[in-house]
Antibody
Framework: EVQLVESGGGVVQPGGSLRLSCAASEFNIDDYTMHWVRQAPGKGLEWVSVISVDGGDTHYADSLKGRFTISRDNSKNSLSLQMNSLRSEDTAFYYC??????????????WGRGTLVSVSS | DIQMTQSPSSLSASVGDRVTITCRASQSIISYLNWYQQKPGKAPKLLIYAAFSLQSGVPSRFSGSGSGTDFTLTISSLQPEDFATYYCQQSYSSPFTFGPGTKVDIK
């Protein structure tokens, strides 16, 4: 089955760090731009970060202010998100998302189930 | 940054009703607008991309329209499985913002 599976979520104290991973199955991520999107419990969706096919181009939500780093290992068919200096407002489900494209349009066409990050003392 | 708004924030409707959700961008995004459906406890699902293109496997009762700053998602005849929250998202420029969502529940 074509899918994305996130791991690495958990409970962390404010100021702590966590590394999320995303494993792809039944397709090769090296053909695709990949994203992270998050959702605080009971809230809306917030785009977090994007990484290009070769990893050379990355972008982040303004709210992250350099605390998060997205990376990929195409040889392992995986995506990561290193999160540092975590704050209570980072508490959310984090989704690994594949970008689909058609001509000049792009969209999120495959989502993982998400992993919950809870920042609490 | 491009801000996305949606209206209404919630609505109550009956099976068979025609439902329309509006999304507005703070500046022109041409047709770089996508729609997603999310059910409780599940990941979002792509419905419409590029403002009006139906994602493979999505029922034809869903349709999208609009360009520039104003967009619409229409469900022509609401079905029981359509009760969910709907989000628009712009793919025009980073950060790739979502609307706040429209929750559709049963009247």
């Amino acid at each position: 089955e074509v899918q994305l599976v996130e791991s690495g979520g958990g409970v962390v104290q404010p100021g702590g760090s966590l590394r999320l991973s995303c494993a792809a199955s039944e397709f090769n991520i090296d053909d695709y731009t990949m994203h992270w999107v998050r959702q605080a419990p009971g809230k809306g969706l917030e785009w977090v970060s994007v990484i290009s096919v070769d990893g050379g181009d990355t972008h982040y939500a303004d709210s992250l202010k350099g605390r998060f780093t997205i990376s990929r290992d195409n040889s392992k068919n995986s995506l990561s998100l290193q999160m540092n200096s975590l704050r209570s407002e980072d508490t959310a489900f984090y989704y690994c998302v594949k970008q689909g494209e058609l001509r000049t349009s792009w969209y999120f066409d495959l989502w993982g189930r998400g992993t919950l990050v809870s920042v609490s003392s | 940054d491009i801000q996305m708004t949606q209206s209404p924030s919630s609505l109550s409707a009956s099976v068979g009703d025609r439902v329309t959700i509006t999304c507005r961008a703070s500046q022109s995004i041409i047709s770089y607008l996508n729609w997603y459906q999310q059910k409780p406890g599940k990941a979002p699902k792509l419905l419409i991309y590029a403002a009006f293109s139906l994602q493979s496997g999505v029922p034809s009762r869903f349709s999208g329209s609009g360009s520039g700053t104003d967009f619409t998602l229409t469900i022509s005849s609401l079905q029981p499985e359509d009760f969910a929250t709907y989000y628009c998202q712009q793919s025009y420029s980073s950060p790739f913002t979502f609307g706040p969502g429209t929750k559709v529940d049963i009247k």
